[in-house]
């Protein structure tokens, strides 16, 4: 991290990179190996956790980073930095992994990409998630996840969105909400609206508004006619009763 200037510690110039990251769970990995980059856990779920980390691997040397450096980077000066900063330092004399890791260990790393995430789709952003409960977490294809607004410190109310950017523009038919699937309804979305565009900085007015019944099934919003759009951003205007919170278990799309 020589040419990506930080602290010890994550402060601002990590909330970028860390919005368009998923954690490794190491605890498979030897346990002398220290990442280079490491998440602290909460206490619910105290793993080994990282986002950047290198091992000798089958003879070479590896460095594995779960931060998204490859996409809009034009648009993420911070991300583009950071991927400059560890390829400077793979290609110089002082890359030289300590720790031996065998292929069986890394491949273990990784699973199956999400539907979403198969189309290129990756979340921009939401107006609030609790920590551990972020926006990503509705695009996984896992229903045990799933976003969710702050409920520890401030308790933010209506209304609450979530941002998506499915990487090019495409011809949608409808977006999908699941509602959190654990038996616990706070967060379930009553009142919602969909914006569409091709431009991220013109929104306009709604596609779709409307509201769901007080149920765990997935939820269809049809579009009209089929719309051309990149960027998605879906908005629950309000919740059931007094529930000022927001959660979605998985959000997707259908296309044409």
């Not at 030289?96 to 979403?116: D, H, T, W, Y």
């Not at 508004?209 to 007080?214: A, Q, R, V």
Request: with cysteine.
């Amino acid at each position: 991290l020589t040419l990506f200037p930080t602290d010890y510690h994550s402060n601002w110039q990590w909330s970028e990179p860390i919005r368009h990251a998923a954690a490794m769970i190491l605890d498979d990995l030897p346990k002398q190996l220290r990442p280079i980059v490491q998440v602290v856990p909460d206490w619910f779920e105290p793993k080994r956790l990282g986002l950047v980390f290198e091992a000798k691997v089958g003879g070479g040397s590896l460095l594995v980073c779960s931060v998204n450096l490859r996409d809009n980077l034009q648009q993420r000066p911070v991300a583009r930095q950071l991927k400059h900063s560890l390829l400077a330092y793979m290609t110089s004399e002082n890359f030289k992994p300590g720790i031996e890791v065998n292929m069986e260990a890394i491949q273990s790393l990784f699973r199956e990409l999400s539907s979403m995430q198969k189309l290129g789709a990756m979340v921009m952003g939401t107006d609030s998630f609790e920590t551990g409960y972020d926006g990503v977490k509705a695009m996984d294809d896992i229903p045990s996840t799933l976003w969710h607004t702050q409920w520890s410190g401030q308790q933010p109310g209506h209304p609450h969105e979530i941002r998506i950017d499915l990487g090019k523009v495409m011809q949608l038919k409808a977006l999908t909400y699941l509602p959190r699937q654990d038996g616990n309804q706070n967060g379930w979305i009553k009142g919602y609206a969909l914006y569409l565009t091709e431009n991220q900085d013109q929104w306009g007015e709604p596609v779709a508004k409307g509201e769901f019944e007080k149920t765990s099934v997935l939820k269809t919003v049809e579009l009209p006619e089929p719309l051309k759009a990149q960027y998605i951003r879906f908005v629950a205007t309000s919740g059931f009763g007094n529930d000022v919170y927001t959660s979605a278990s998985e959000i997707s799309v259908i296309i044409e």
